[in-house]
């Protein structure tokens, strides 16, 4: 059987005409092979919703916008929702247009707690939703009404200060601003002189931290010798800590003791060291024997040839010897000096 040409065109243009609905239907958000139902919403102002604009619950899209239609009067516009997901939504749920000016305008499902749920094909309860500037104004509103009376505060505060402060306060107030511009130049002279002693390259502090850099790196040079000594130094104690000083304490102890008792004994006249020291017949014994010495020596200076005779023929001396010593020698005996 052969197929006319016309009946191929009629054939092509219907099919064209299918898939073109079914597209068309598709970009409207109705589902060409899923389940879809349908829910409606009436509004008094849509906010600039379009056709295919996301239907959301808790920030999940469920569907899309399908048509917006109204009547004359444009008292009322419902809104035909499509949604694709099978999704409980209870009676008490509301339909609220978000608008976005940065995106796309929005119907956002807020669901409620009801555990009877809305049939397909029906109505959602709608509420209106102020708009990000209304948000805005509804926001600042109460904070213009606070700076309102805080403006009308500091006015009543202002009047009353106007009315204390006379021309003497004010004169007053005049030299403490003064004196607080003279404050503010000496700490601005202060801070350049603190700007000084901080210079990193000519400031007292920067000097110091270079001495004390310095002596750190002199010690450091020298860390070996200050071990050393430190070790020397560990072992002088350590030799010292292992003296006997007890003992040798001791015997001191005993050494002293012993001085002591010899020194008690020299200042006795007991033994021979004591009487020595403390008999003065000793002391008159030696006095008389010096004085008697003292005579001979005198008396052999004076009369030599008595003691001495060099000549065989001389004449011998018959003269008395001397009984007193001469007077340069009287009550001064001589001395022997020691070596």
């Known amino acids: 059987m052969k197929i006319s040409n016309e009946t191929k065109i009629g054939v092509l243009?219907?099919?064209?005409?299918?898939?073109m609905?079914?597209?068309f239907n598709f970009l409207k958000g109705k589902t060409l092979f899923g389940t879809s139902h349908t829910m409606y919403a009436k509004y008094t102002n849509v906010q600039g919703l379009a056709t295919s604009n996301p239907v959301m619950i808790n920030g999940l899209q469920v569907g899309t916008v399908y048509s917006i239609t109204t009547d004359k009067n444009m008292?009322?516009?419902l809104v035909n929702m499509t949604l694709t997901k099978d999704v409980n939504i209870p009676v008490n749920s509301y339909a609220t247009i978000k608008n976005n000016p940065l995106g796309t305008t929005t119907v956002e499902i807020r669901l409620g707690d009801a555990m009877q749920y809305l049939p397909k094909d029906d109505t959602i309860r709608t509420e209106t939703s102020a708009g990000i500037l209304d948000a805005a104004v509804q926001e600042i509103r109460p904070v213009l009404g606070q700076v309102k009376n805080a403006v009308k505060s500091l006015d009543s505060v202002l009047m009353t200060v106007n009315s204390v402060v006379d021309p003497n306060a004010k004169n007053n107030i005049r030299g403490i601003l003064e004196n607080?511009?003279?404050?503010?130049a000496g700490l601005t002279e202060s801070s350049a002189s603190l700007n000084t002693l901080l210079n990193t390259q000519t400031g007292a502090l920067a000097k110091s931290l270079n001495?004390?850099?310095?002596?750190?790196?002199?010690?450091?040079n020298n860390n070996d010798k200050l071990t050393a000594v430190m070790t020397n130094l560990d072992k002088t104690t350590t030799n010292l800590?292992?003296?006997?000083?007890?003992?040798?304490?001791?015997?001191?102890?005993?050494?002293v003791t012993e001085l002591k008792a010899s020194l008690g004994k020299l200042n006795t006249t007991n033994g021979t060291a004591g009487m020595l020291l403390n008999d003065p017949k000793l002391y008159n014994n030696l006095a008389a024997?010096?004085?008697?010495?003292n005579v001979l020596l005198d008396d052999i200076k004076t009369n030599p040839k008595r003691y001495i005779s060099f000549s065989v023929f001389g004449k011998k001396n018959k003269s008395e010897p001397?009984?007193?010593p001469l007077p340069d020698t009287l009550n001064a005996p001589y001395i022997i000096l020691q070596k």
């Not at 243009?13 to 898939?19: G, L, S």
């Not at 024997?289 to 010495?293: E, L, M, S, V």
């Open 289 to 293: 024997t010096a004085n008697k010495i």
């Open 75 to 77: 008292k009322e516009i």
């Open 21 to 23: 609905i079914l597209g």
């Open 322 to 324: 001397l009984k007193y």
């Open 180 to 184: 607080l511009n003279k404050t503010t």
């Open 211 to 220: 001495n004390v850099s310095s002596f750190t790196g002199n010690l450091a």
């Open 13 to 19: 243009t219907a099919f064209a005409i299918t898939i």
């Open 241 to 255: 800590s292992n003296l006997d000083l007890q003992k040798t304490l001791t015997t001191l102890d005993a050494t």
